[in-house]
């Protein structure tokens, strides 16, 4: 991850109730710049409980609320070097839905390697440590 920004998110009332009830998943979230816009895709919110007619589709596309410069800006680093933004964590501040997007850049192969030969290291010294025991 290189950089964390913070943004606003445009919601509905019935799905602002329920965030605030905790039902969100960024699990498969990602973002995305379109027509000068920031928007975040795949954040499933689930239906407000006592909600009717007012409630939204959990998966629907919504726009983030960032500076024009600041999504230009993120724009450019996306589409040149190859960066993507990724949502981090919702959070109420001052009664407002934010948003915590990370510019993050993917791993490379040689990374991925590395991170699997640790990653089993540390799984066979854990094993030897338990037989120890």
């Avoid at 445009?10 to 998943?25: P, Q």
């Avoid at 959070?91 to 990374?111: I, Q, S, T």
Wanted: proline share 2%; with cysteine; net charge positive.
């Amino acid at each position: 991850m290189e950089e964390k920004f913070e943004a606003g998110i445009e919601l509905f009332g019935t799905e602002v109730k329920s965030v605030r009830a905790g039902t969100l998943n960024l699990k498969d979230a990602w973002c995305a710049v379109r027509g000068g816009e920031l928007f975040i895709n795949q954040m499933h919110i689930s239906p407000y409980e006592k909600g009717n007619i007012f409630n939204r589709d959990p998966l629907r596309v919504r726009r983030l609320l960032m500076h024009s410069r600041e999504i230009r800006r993120l724009q450019a680093l996306i589409q040149q070097q190859g960066y993507a933004l990724i949502p981090l964590s919702v959070y109420f501040k001052n009664a407002r839905v934010k948003v915590e997007v990370g510019l993050c850049k993917g791993k490379k192969n040689y990374d991925k390697r590395d991170t699997a030969a640790r990653r089993d290291a540390e799984r066979e010294i854990d094993r030897a440590l338990k037989e120890r025991r």
